[in-house]
C-alpha cells in the first residue's frame, strides 16, 4: 500500500481525533482518512453518473 504524506490543518487534525481510538469509530487516523476518501470517491462517482459521465 503506498504512503503518502500531506498537510493536514491542526484543527481538522484534532476533529479527526476526536474520532479515532478504542470504541470509536475509526481505529487509526490512516482509517479514518482512507474511510473518507472513500466516502469522497462515492460521492464523486454519484455526481459523474447523475450528469452522465459515469466511466463503466
Do not use: N, W
Amino acid at each position: 500500500m503506498p504512503k503518502v504524506t500531506v498537510e493536514i490543518p491542526q484543527h481538522i487534525f484534532d476533529d479527526v481525533q476526536a474520532h479515532v481510538g478504542e470504541g470509536k469509530k475509526f481505529v487509526s487516523f490512516s482509517d479514518a482518512v482512507r474511510s473518507a476518501l472513500r466516502k469522497m470517491l462515492d460521492q464523486l462517482d454519484e455526481i459523474d453518473r447523475r450528469r452522465g459521465r459515469a466511466q463503466e
